[in-house]
Nanobody
Framework: QVQLVESGGGLVQAGGSLRLSCAAS????????MGWYRQAPGKPRELVSS???????NYADSVKGRFTISRDSARNTVYLQMNTLKPEDAAVYYC??????????????WGQGTQVTVSS
């Protein structure tokens, strides 16, 4: 069994910052890419940022320069530092991990989501 647990969401004023964390646990063999997605009401889920095992990062244009993704491979954890938040950043944020479990079966796992609310 593999689990991803997010934390760090909450309510923040526009211009403020939040740091999201996502820890993977369980029968993990090796983790490839990890990422963050978000879904606002009535909108499809969209990729916010991703990071490869070697640390190569990718960002949606809407968050470039404001968000920073990082990972701690020893802790199987990915972070998303969100600065200069805007009301349009409000959404449920989900992390995902492309990984091999301890049986070396590969799959993509998702966290349960954490709510980010930005007040104007």
């Amino acid at each position: 069994q593999v689990q991803l647990v997010e934390s760090g969401g909450g309510l923040v004023q526009a211009g403020g910052s939040l740091r999201l964390s996502c820890a993977a646990s369980g029968s993990i063999g090796s983790i490839n890419d990890m990422g963050w997605y978000r879904q606002a009401p009535g909108k499809p889920r969209e990729l916010v940022s991703s990071i490869t095992r070697k640390g190569r990062t990718n960002y949606a244009d809407s968050v470039k320069g404001r968000f920073t993704i990082s990972r701690d491979s020893a802790r199987n954890t990915v972070y998303l530092q969100m600065n200069t938040l805007k009301p349009e950043d409000a959404a449920v944020y989900y992390c995902d991990a492309d990984l091999y479990d301890s049986s070396w079966a590969r799959d993509v796992y998702w966290g349960q989501g954490t709510q980010v609310t930005v007040s104007s």
